[in-house]
């Protein structure tokens, strides 16, 4: 079996999901960015092929909620899981700090980056965007990506053992990474790998495909906290202005 390693960047904090404003106020939207890291790495460790987790970021906390996120069932093999600092820079430079983590800790394995905000990741859809990925590197495509939902930005990249490339995440990403080379997995539309939460819509999207345990957990003490007012209460529609930031 191929080993893969991933990269999660995550920067967190009271700007986070600033898309989720008109639903969420500052401390629940910080609350939930976590919440959505937790389920993506709890999906991405629950893949077979998967031994090891780097999740770059400088947010207090992490380690001890993501370890009990990752734990595997009983006679499983447990999934290496760390936090690193974040150099700072920006996201592709914090993924390129992971990544070079990786090659150094596990020279010989397939490496990729994955958004921190795929809450309804489905192990089996980042299994089949791996498999397509390595038949992708046989054929000599050894820099490979999966487009948002949209088409215009990206929710992972992966990279063949010995491949080294700078990621191209931000604005028009999808496009940056395919002038760079990088190839795009076919994955069907509705694949929750291409389902990444910037606002409500998106947000109502995963809760229809399946949120993770920690999301939901956040959005239902969110909506119970605020019961006693229901005008304060999170809306989950579609938002007016649907500009996106990757």
């Not at 054929?139 to 490979?144: D, K, M, N, P, V």
């Not at 229809?208 to 119970?224: F, I, M, P, Q």
Request: one cysteine or more.
């Amino acid at each position: 079996m191929t080993r893969w390693a991933v990269v999660v960047p995550f920067k967190g904090g009271a700007d986070a999901k600033s898309r989720l404003t008109e639903s969420l106020g500052d401390g629940e939207r910080a609350a939930i960015a976590v919440a959505f890291l937790v389920d993506t790495v709890r999906a991405v460790s629950r893949v077979p092929a998967v031994s090891s987790v780097i999740v770059v970021s400088n947010q207090p906390g992490l380690a001890a909620e993501l370890a009990a996120a990752v734990a595997r069932p009983p006679g499983s093999a447990d999934v290496e899981t760390q936090v690193i600092p974040d150099p700072g820079g920006g996201v592709n430079a914090a993924v390129a700090s992971g990544l070079a983590h990786l090659r150094a800790a596990a020279p010989g394995a397939c490496t990729a980056a994955v958004t921190g905000d795929l809450a309804a990741l489905r192990p089996t859809d980042l299994t089949q965007a791996f498999h397509l990925a390595e038949a992708a590197a046989t054929a000599g495509a050894r820099l490979t990506f999966v487009p948002d939902r949209e088409g215009s930005g990206t929710t992972m990249v992966a990279l063949a053992p010995g491949a080294h490339a700078a990621t191209h995440f931000g604005i028009g990403s999808c496009a940056a990474h395919t002038t760079a080379g990088y190839r795009a997995l076919a994955l069907p539309p509705e694949s929750s790998l291409r389902l990444d939460i910037d606002d409500a819509t998106d947000l109502e999207r995963a809760r229809l495909l399946g949120l993770g345990e920690a999301t939901r957990a956040v959005l239902e003490w969110t909506v119970t906290s605020r019961s006693s007012d229901p005008a304060t209460r999170p809306a989950l529609g579609p938002d007016r202005d649907r500009g996106r930031v990757r």
